[in-house]
């Protein structure tokens, strides 16, 4: 795809190299904190309320009542984690349990059974819900522990480098409502990076199913995925989460508040989960957080900014050229059209069959047991920067980009193949590509 000279005007007003942080101080956008930092534009009344959501973002709720913080009590009785931050580390992703022994932290364990509910939706287990939650209020059980213990396998690339890839079983220990049933399933979800995504929800249902429609390279299909529109109660495409199974910002955020934190919102009171649902409904039925905060954190996390990308020296242009010419662009898009404006976020929002050794064999809404949404691949390159014990793909099991791409799997074989056939100097330069994203 070409763009028009406005397009790539338009795209590149949308990054600066360097940034206003809240106290008035300029930063450059690629340290630590590159990925909190505001859209250029951001003014004003809007970059008062983007202040007032990071503050949410950051705040550890308590059980409450509490003198001192009453504004964020309400937590629970059922949670993963107190903040958002506790897992969207520094607004990036999180990180897997290193050994058997370690607790999960920044991962959630999805659960249904075969089947699905009144909307089309998973089908939540009567006692655990759609999600096992680790920890509890005081008086309360957490529902059990999760660990992981890892799988290794090698593989050998063309060139004769061997690469050690590592796949997760779940353990689960101290159940509280005894073991599950055989037919259960269950998904390892880590948490992705929350940059960007406002300009993502501008990519229209249309634009989606027109992706959908294309013709492209191999075996690459790409679908989209309807979802139940709490506000609207109607299908529509779905674009967040890591299967694409929430339509809008505002229902992923308050799913979050309510399924990680048992924190409820005026959008998703516990009396409005499904039957099922146990740990939603738990959460109770009025509103624990404030209107005005649930309305800045939406609008703080739809007001974050994607990294700019960094210059390209000749070998990542190399590189670049390599991602088109073996086909990785044909998921990760160069280009995605929202609302007038060009993205360079490297993705289609699709769901693709990913193959079986990535499949978590749960259905969502209609994504498969095999397909997963294509990850914006944006803001990848400073992954190691925000948080270097960060991993990739949906369950954090791979430790370096290499290592993701090998797993690539089903419509991205062919892909897959022709990477792991790269000389050693081509395939540098891919990763020095994916380095300056
Ligand atoms: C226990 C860890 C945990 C906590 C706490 C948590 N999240 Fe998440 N978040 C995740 C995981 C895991 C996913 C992927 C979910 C999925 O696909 O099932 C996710 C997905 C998201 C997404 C969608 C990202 C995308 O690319 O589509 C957003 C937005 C988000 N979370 C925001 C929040 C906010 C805001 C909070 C606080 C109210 C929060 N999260 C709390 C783990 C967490
Ligand atoms: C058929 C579509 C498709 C093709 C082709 C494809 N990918 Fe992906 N890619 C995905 C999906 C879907 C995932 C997420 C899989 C998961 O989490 O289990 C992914 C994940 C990744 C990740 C990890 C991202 C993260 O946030 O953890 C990287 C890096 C990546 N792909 C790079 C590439 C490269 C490089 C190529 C070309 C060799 C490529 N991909 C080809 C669909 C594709």
Not at 192 to 200: E, H, I
Not at 338 to 351: P, S
Request: aromatic fraction near 6%; charged fraction near 20%.
């Amino acid at each position: 795809m070409h763009l028009s000279a406005r397009a790539c005007a338009v795209l590149l007003s949308l990054w600066s190299s360097s940034v206003r942080a809240a106290d008035g101080t300029v930063t450059l956008a690629t340290g630590p904190a590159a990925y909190q930092q505001p859209l250029p534009g951001l003014t004003g009344g809007d970059f008062e309320t983007f202040r007032e959501g990071a503050g949410v973002f950051r705040a550890a709720w308590l059980k409450g009542p509490s003198i001192d913080t009453p504004r964020f009590t309400g937590l629970g009785p059922l949670f993963n984690r107190r903040s958002c931050v506790a897992c969207h580390i520094g607004n990036g992703r999180g990180e897997p349990p290193a050994e058997t022994s370690d607790q999960t932290r920044s991962l959630l364990i999805r659960l249904s059974l075969p089947g699905a509910d009144a909307t089309g939706g998973p089908r939540a287990h009567p006692a655990y819900g759609d999600q096992i939650q680790t920890d509890a209020v005081i008086g309360a059980k957490p529902e059990g522990r999760v660990s992981f213990h890892w799988v290794e396998t090698g593989v050998t690339l063309g060139d004769g480098t061997a690469v050690l890839l590592r796949r997760p079983e779940i353990v689960l220990r101290d159940l509280a409502h005894g073991p599950l049933p055989a037919e259960i399933q269950m998904s390892a979800r880590i948490s992705p990076a929350v940059f960007g995504l406002g300009l993502l929800e501008g990519v229209s249902g249309e634009t989606l199913t027109k992706m959908a429609r294309e013709k492209k390279a191999d075996e690459v299909r790409g679908r989209v995925n309807m979802v139940w529109d709490v506000g609207r109660k109607q299908a529509v495409p779905g674009r967040f989460g890591l299967k694409a199974n929430q339509p809008t910002l505002r229902q992923q955020i308050a799913a979050a508040l309510a399924g990680d934190m048992g924190i409820t919102s005026s959008f998703l009171l516990g009396d409005e989960c499904p039957a099922a649902a146990k740990d939603c409904r738990e959460a109770g039925s009025t509103p624990e957080i404030a209107d005005a905060d649930f309305e800045a954190l939406v609008r703080y996390v739809a007001g974050l900014a994607p990294p700019p990308p960094r210059p390209r020296d000749a070998v990542a242009a190399v590189g670049a050229k390599t991602f088109a010419d073996i086909g990785c662009a044909a998921c990760h898009r160069e280009t995605l059209e929202a609302q007038g404006t060009v993205l360079a976020a490297y993705t289609d929002l699709l769901l693709h069959d990913m193959g079986g050794d990535l499949a978590d064999g749960r259905p969502d809404f209609l994504a498969s047991g095999r397909e997963w949404r294509t990850p914006p691949l944006w803001g990848i390159g400073l992954v190691g920067t925000v948080n270097d014990t960060a991993a990739f793909l949906h369950d954090g099991r791979a430790r370096t980009l290499t290592e993701a791409i090998l797993w690539h799997d089903g419509e991205a074989k062919p892909a897959r193949d022709r990477f792991a056939r790269l000389s050693k100097e081509t395939r540098d330069a891919l990763l020095a590509f994916l380095g300056t994203l």
